[in-house]
């Protein structure tokens, strides 16, 4: 991902301006839009309710459901539902082939593995999946990793911009690397406690701090392995959410290569361990940790070895993205297009847990799959089509590394170039009305623009995400159409719920991420106010209503590093 990543940055010197290709729009298409305010949008509006979002969540959400994992029954019953409910709002298919499915190729792998590290003449032992979890991407049916030299990197980061190699020219071909999760929280020189703006995000994670690119990274020097050591606090998540996807059936895109370019392990272990293995070669992490820091920092040789056996289980599958669309009403714009996303896919089942063995993923992702449903109701009700045509596109398999939306932004169905915007949606409001609305990612698009507006209409402000350290803006959907330079949204409720305390949101959603995140007990409960989901829903609608009857195409802001792949795609 280095790469790309320099490519981001690089492109823009290939155009005069980005703001000459995001063009005006010609003599036929210069009317002004239509007020949203105005009575013309009320039957939408009010097309969007509690009791259509309560309905389809609790069908998507159902047992019936088997928790919705790709390449299972649940997935069948999923597309069949959307697929359906599509066709019944008479919203034609979404694939040009006449169909309401995007063929997704991939491949499933359940690995059986065995692991243990050897340090000061002692063996190490690692429980599966309470210590350890580990997959292969390798399309290969055995991996046999022996004592392999083990090697700490640090963040695992090499970014040239910011002068730092976590590397620094260490042949790390063979061997297995450990390294700390997200960027280095560099410190200020000149502001005690604050953190250096200069170096990464700041306080705000970059792409560099998402375990994906740690990966790709270790791919590219050539690691045998690649161990994350895995912290609540920088992930944004338990240990228990990562154990708990990546100890069943993953997924990967299908290639011809079958991955073999990819690392043949991928791990994480738990800080425990970590602390373990480190104090068996006489280290401490928390030494190391204050090493890496440093751009000095040079990788520090474990003097321990790391052994992996592993046979995967390994299946074809084809899974699906459901698509449908609204053609534009304008002759000259109906080529043009707004993509809503969200994700239908969650976890599954798991028939080795005792008791509940349904991952039913009622607030992770049923609503927002419901919201899109509702959305679709919206646009249909409107007395006159937008001008440009309007996409819904639930995609699977986010919850395996956002493969289905990867998938469509390699492989549109409508051109990319001609793709205004994405709006995403992922896991809705389900505590009450909010005076605030948060941007992921915020200050990266003109789309925040559009949102400030309309959400003032709402007596509501936009603020920017209250934790940019946990790379939020790197876990949804959005952000592969992002990677390939469409705008895009990501934006949810607030926690200033009205008429409630201040921290009324704050501890339902620090109790939801505790408890119920990935797990079995995400599951529709009877004391959600979904009140807050229709207010949200019909602020995305204003945004893309707005953009669908808009003069100007929505632009990255300076400064982001998906503005020149933009600037790019749209230069004559």
């Known amino acids: 991902m280095k790469k790309h990543i320099l490519l981001f940055l690089t492109l823009g010197f290939c155009a005069i301006s980005c703001r000459e290709s995001a063009r005006e729009v010609t003599d036929s298409e210069t009317e002004t839009v239509a007020n949203t305010h105005s009575t013309t949008l009320q039957p939408a509006l009010q097309a969007i309710t509690a009791s259509g979002l309560l309905m389809h969540t609790k069908v998507l959400a159902s047992d019936a459901f088997e928790g919705r994992a790709p390449g299972t029954r649940g997935e069948d019953s999923t597309v069949n539902y959307l697929s359906r409910q599509f066709e019944q709002l008479g919203l034609a298919p979404g694939n040009p082939d006449g169909t309401y499915v995007q063929q997704v190729p991939m491949f499933g792998f359940t690995a059986n593995v065995q692991a243990s590290f050897t340090a000061g003449g002692k063996k190490i032992p690692l429980e599966f999946p309470k210590d350890y979890v580990a997959v292969s991407r390798r399309f290969v049916p055995d991996i046999a990793i ?15 911009e910011y002068g730092w190699d976590d590397y620094k020219g260490v ?7 450990v390294m700390l999760i997200n960027d280095p929280p560099v410190p200020s020189a000149t502001s005690p406690g604050k953190l250096d703006s200069t170096m990464f995000g700041g306080k705000a994670m970059t792409y560099y701090g998402r375990w994906t690119y740690k990966y790709e990274v270790a791919a590219e020097k050539g690691a045998a ?21 990546w100890s069943r059936e993953n997924f990967d895109i299908s290639a011809k290569n079958k991955n073999m370019d990819k690392t043949a392990v991928e791990a994480w272990i738990t800080t425990e361990k970590a602390r373990q293995l480190f104090s068996a070669t006489g280290k401490s992490l928390e030494e190391l940790k204050a090493a890496a820091l440093r751009k000095d920092f040079k990788p520090v040789a474990l003097q321990a070895k790391a052994n992996f056996s592993m046979k995967n289980k390994l299946r074809e599958i084809s899974s699906r993205n459901v698509v ?17 996303t969200a994700h239908w896919d969650h976890l599954g089942k798991d028939e080795k847990l005792k008791g509940d063995q349904i991952y039913n993923g009622a607030l992770d992702n049923a609503t927002g799959t419901a919201g899109l449903l509702e959305l ?5 009700a409107l007395p006159e089509k937008p001008k440009r045509t309007i996409v819904f596109l639930a995609v699977t398999a986010e919850e395996k590394g956002l493969l289905g939306s990867k998938y469509y932004a390699n492989n549109p169905l409508y051109p990319l170039n001609k793709t205004l915007a994405n709006l995403n949606m992922d896991g809705l409001n389900t505590y009450g009305p909010t005076e605030d609305v948060i941007v992921i990612g915020h200050g990266n698009s003109t789309l925040e623009d559009i949102l400030v507006e309309e959400a003032a209409s709402q007596n509501r402000r936009v603020v920017p995400e209250a934790f940019p350290e946990k790379g939020s803006f790197y876990r949804s959907d959005h952000f592969e159409f992002a990677k390939q330079g469409v705008p895009a949204l990501y934006a949810k409720s607030g926690i200033k719920v009205r008429n409630q305390p201040a921290d009324y949101a704050t501890k339902l959603q620090e ?26 829903l019909q602020l995305f609608f204003r945004v893309g209503y707005s953009v669908a009857n808009g003069t100007r195409y929505p632009e990255w802001k300076e400064g982001t590093e998906f503005k020149a792949r933009r600037d790019k795609m749209l230069a004559p």
Request: aromatic share 10%.
């Open 511 to 536: 109790a939801y991420t505790t408890n119920d995140y990935h797990k079995v007990s995400d599951e529709v409960r009877d004391d959600w106010n979904l009140d807050g989901a229709v207010e949200d």
């Open 225 to 245: 392995a690649a161990i994350i050591i895995h912290e609540t606090g920088p992930a944004g998540y338990p240990y228990e959410v990562v154990s708990g996807s």
């Open 146 to 160: 022996d004592s392999s030299d083990m090697v700490f990197v640090g963040y695992g980061i090499a970014a040239p």
């Open 171 to 177: 042949d790390v071909k063979g061997k297995t690397i």
């Open 376 to 380: 679709a109701k919206a646009f249909v």
């Open 324 to 340: 449908a669309k609204l053609e534009g009403s304008d002759p000259d714009l109906k080529d043009e297009y707004i993509v809503y």
